[in-house]
């Protein structure tokens, strides 16, 4: 029997699949042959995470690295081409909304082999946003389409996609996160950070459009100094971030602590005992929503409105002068109550690993 391919990339792809390849082991017939195309590369952006998760070592790295989007995507492409012409595959399995995911699923369809996408139908509706156009192309093209939502359900099927290939399953970016949080509570990570249990703030920025534009950069470390005279701060600092600070000339306020990405079990371990975060990711706000942890989230939108709706995030948009105020709400006692999302219980990783072993039947 041919392969089952299985894509990871960057960063936020190592915790949606470890919970998948884990499933697998239960159906021996299953074969994967893991794929990681080298998107991210760095000790700190992707290898901890294998250690740390327990994931296999990829059987391919297709070692792309950093560059525009058009090239990255096109190396993506090439060498995963390639990968298809040595390899025979009944189905390629994407994750999230990253470069690797798209450009995977482009070469697999226009191979005639199928895509399952896990956390299909999420929908920011920003058209600028880098990783919207990725999960539209990406769900368009695929033949599986997993989701982590009810509303990631309504939306594909508003685009038109067939009910029969859309399978609820919860989030297996949850089930990493629960598998985990004991392990992650127990290296004490705040101890060597000397910050407070429930005392502090953990900050992330990635987003180019936070961190690529000069002014609005200044305006968010200005605003991150007045969040640091309230609470202590602790800002682990992504690679895109830290290019454009040096770039650009600017400094992280003194007040802030700051430090270099940090591992999962260790920043997993820093969000559950923060007071609240403040954060663009997208995973973070779906992981303090598991922790019921408030999470502020820097942007106009989001793809994730579960986590809002049932959740601790709230949406502060795109202006930095709204930081402060919503900073101070928490502090003084207003925070959403959180009912973690339905499905959001440890077995999604379960569910897509049975709906493809049946798949493989079928095959
Ligand atoms: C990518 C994803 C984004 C995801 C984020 C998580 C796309 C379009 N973007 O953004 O959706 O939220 O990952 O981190 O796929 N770099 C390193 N070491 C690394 C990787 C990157 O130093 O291991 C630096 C390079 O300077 C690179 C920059 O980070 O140019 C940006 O990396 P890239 O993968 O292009 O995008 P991210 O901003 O990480």
Same mark, same amino acid.
């Given at each position: 029997m041919s392969d089952l391919i299985? @894509?990871?990339?960057? =960063?936020?792809?190592? *915790?949606? *699949?470890?919970?998948?390849?884990?499933?697998? =082991?239960?159906? #021996?017939?299953?074969? #994967?042959?893991? @794929?990681?195309?080298? /998107?991210?590369?760095? /000790?700190? *952006?992707?290898r901890v995470f294998f250690t740390e998760l327990g994931l296999p070592v990829p059987d391919r790295n297709l070692e792309v690295g950093s560059d525009t989007h058009a090239r990255q995507t096109a190396r993506i492409m090439e060498s995963f081409d390639a990968l298809l012409d040595e390899r025979s595959a009944w189905m390629v399995v994407v994750v999230g909304d990253v470069n690797s995911t798209v450009a995977c699923s482009l070469v697999a369809v226009k191979r005639g082999v199928r895509v399952a996408h896990v956390e299909a139908g999420l929908r920011s509706r920003d058209r600028s946003m880098p990783e919207e156009i990725n999960r539209l192309v990406t769900d368009a093209i695929s033949d599986l389409l997993f989701a982590t939502s009810?509303?990631?359900?309504?939306?594909?099927?508003?685009?038109?996609?067939?009910?029969?290939?859309?399978?609820?399953? +919860?989030?297996? %970016?949850?089930?990493?996160?629960?598998?985990?949080?004991?392990?992650?509570?127990? =290296?004490?990570?705040?101890?060597?950070?000397?910050?407070?249990?429930? +005392?502090?703030?953990?900050?992330?920025?990635?987003?180019?459009?936070?961190? $690529?534009?000069?002014?609005?950069?200044?305006?968010?470390?200005?605003a991150l100094r007045g969040v640091a005279d309230r609470l202590p701060v602790l800002f682990p600092v992504h690679p895109r971030t830290r290019e454009r600070m040096t770039r650009l000339g600017f400094r992280a306020p003194a007040s802030l602590q700051v430090c270099d990405p940090l591992g999962y079990l260790d920043f &997993?371990?820093? &969000?559950?005992?923060?007071?609240?975060?403040?954060?663009?990711? +997208?995973?973070?706000?779906?992981?303090?929503?598991?922790?019921?942890?408030?999470?502020?989230?820097? =942007?106009?939108?989001?793809?994730? #409105?579960?986590?809002? $709706?049932? !959740?601790?995030?709230?949406? &502060? !948009?795109?202006?930095?002068?709204?930081?402060?105020?919503?900073?101070?709400?928490? %502090? !003084? !006692?207003?925070? #959403?109550?959180?009912?973690?999302?339905?499905?959001?219980?440890?077995?999604? +990783?379960e569910r897509i690993a049975s709906i493809l072993a049946e798949e493989a039947g079928d095959h």
């Open positions: 299985c @894509v990871v990339g960057a =960063r936020p792809n190592f *915790m949606k *699949m470890a919970p998948i390849l884990d499933a697998l =082991r239960a159906y #021996p017939a299953v074969r #994967p042959f893991l @794929v990681h195309t080298g /998107q991210h590369y760095d /000790q700190a *952006m992707s009810p509303d990631a359900v309504d939306n594909l099927v508003a685009e038109g996609v067939a009910r029969s290939k859309i399978h609820l399953v +919860g989030n297996p %970016m949850i089930d990493t996160l629960k598998r985990h949080l004991d392990a992650a509570r127990g =290296r004490k990570t705040l101890d060597r950070f000397g910050l407070p249990a429930r +005392g502090y703030a953990v900050v992330t920025l990635h987003r180019p459009s936070n961190v $690529d534009d000069g002014a609005g950069l200044g305006s968010i470390l200005e &997993l371990g820093l &969000l559950d005992s923060a007071r609240f975060v403040l954060t663009d990711s +997208g995973g973070i706000q779906e992981e303090t929503t598991a922790l019921d942890v408030p999470c502020l989230t820097l =942007r106009a939108n989001t793809e994730r #409105p579960i986590t809002i $709706d049932e !959740g601790t995030n709230r949406l &502060l !948009g795109d202006d930095p002068a709204a930081i402060l105020p919503a900073v101070d709400a928490i %502090m !003084g !006692g207003q925070a #959403p109550p959180a009912r973690s999302p339905k499905l959001w219980d440890g077995r999604a +990783g």
